[in-house]
């Protein structure tokens, strides 16, 4: 393998660097696993790239608990921020932890603040807006926390979608409109509440939104999904066939 390594085979590169990370034939090292995954990723090996990156994030990990290696706070924020940088946005979350607590770096809430951002926007877990959202709903600021929350609800969070009908149907400024918009969404995820309650709008003459068809129908999702209310509301809404409209007969 080292030969092939030397004559720039990146197979052979990789090779020797899980034998060095597995201890496999050669006495572990995690430096020289990092050495030739990069010079197989140099060549352009795919596999070796990903695997260095997850070696940045478990030896980050190691150094944080002090498992493994002697505990290292500086350690894991450097192979925090290799791994990170390299796309492990776990890792981006990890360090960002770090720059909250000052651990290992100069406390960093702004740094930390876009670490989360950027783990957020860049990959299909709405739970890391989800999480960066209640941060900001802790301290107070409801805007970035809509905004993460939104980020979440758009990724098929549904945590996130409901805390976005907490602001526009329970707080202080109702906005019944949006509020629906992600009850419809949650409710279609399969929630007999949010059915029930998206029901309640259009039942509800003061929401702005009254439409007895669509309180019937939502009802009837919320009894589908096993809300006994929901079929009882459903039952008691009565629906009068629409009357054609008479038609005015010519004068001959």
Same mark, same amino acid.
């Given at each position: 393998a080292?030969?092939?390594?030397d004559?720039? $085979?990146?197979k052979?590169c990789?090779?020797?660097?899980?034998?060095?990370e597995v201890?496999?034939? /050669?006495?572990?090292?995690?430096p020289?696993a990092?050495?030739y995954?990069?010079?197989?990723?140099?060549l352009?090996?795919?596999?070796?790239?990903?695997? +260095?990156?997850?070696?940045?994030?478990k030896?980050?990990h190691m150094?944080e608990s002090?498992?493994?290696f002697?505990?290292?706070?500086s350690e894991a924020?450097? %192979?925090?921020?290799?791994?990170?940088?390299?796309?492990?946005?776990e890792?981006?979350q990890s360090l960002?932890?770090?720059?909250?607590k000052? /651990?290992? +770096?100069?406390?960093? /809430?702004?740094?930390?603040q876009s670490?989360?951002?950027?783990?957020c926007t860049?990959?299909?877990n709405?739970g890391?807006c989800?999480?960066?959202a209640?941060?900001?709903?802790?301290?107070?600021?409801?805007?970035?926390?809509e905004?993460?929350?939104?980020l979440?609800?758009d990724? $098929?969070h549904?945590?996130?979608?409901r805390?976005?009908?907490n602001?526009?149907?329970?707080?202080r400024?109702?906005?019944?409109?949006?509020?629906s918009?992600?009850?419809?969404?949650v409710? $279609?995820?399969?929630?007999e $509440?949010?059915?029930?309650?998206?029901? /309640?709008i %259009?039942?509800?003459?003061?929401?702005g939104?009254?439409?007895m068809?669509?309180?019937k129908r939502?009802?009837g999702?919320a009894?589908t999904?096993?809300s006994k209310?929901?079929?009882?509301a459903?039952k008691?809404?009565?629906?009068?066939?629409k009357k054609?409209a008479?038609?005015?007969?010519?004068?001959r």
């Amino acid at each position: 393998a080292h030969k092939a390594c030397d004559v720039r $085979n990146p197979k052979g590169c990789h090779a020797i660097g899980y034998m060095y990370e597995v201890g496999e034939g /050669l006495e572990q090292s995690y430096p020289e696993a990092i050495s030739y995954y990069n010079k197989g990723c140099g060549l352009e090996m795919d596999k070796a790239c990903e695997d +260095v990156l997850k070696l940045y994030a478990k030896m980050a990990h190691m150094y944080e608990s002090g498992e493994g290696f002697a505990q290292s706070y500086s350690e894991a924020a450097s %192979y925090y921020d290799k791994a990170c940088e390299g796309g492990i946005y776990e890792s981006c979350q990890s360090l960002s932890n770090l720059y909250v607590k000052g /651990l290992g +770096v100069k406390q960093n /809430l702004p740094k930390a603040q876009s670490l989360i951002e950027r783990s957020c926007t860049a990959t299909d877990n709405g739970g890391e807006c989800y999480q960066f959202a209640v941060a900001f709903l802790d301290v107070g600021d409801r805007a970035k926390a809509e905004q993460f929350f939104t980020l979440g609800c758009d990724k $098929n969070h549904m945590n996130s979608c409901r805390e976005l009908v907490n602001i526009y149907a329970r707080g202080r400024q109702k906005d019944y409109f949006k509020a629906s918009t992600y009850l419809e969404k949650v409710c $279609n995820s399969g929630d007999e $509440n949010s059915c029930y309650e998206l029901a /309640l709008i %259009y039942a509800d003459k003061k929401s702005g939104m009254s439409d007895m068809e669509e309180a019937k129908r939502y009802f009837g999702k919320a009894c589908t999904f096993g809300s006994k209310d929901g079929c009882s509301a459903e039952k008691k809404i009565v629906i009068e066939p629409k009357k054609d409209a008479p038609q005015e007969h010519k004068k001959r």
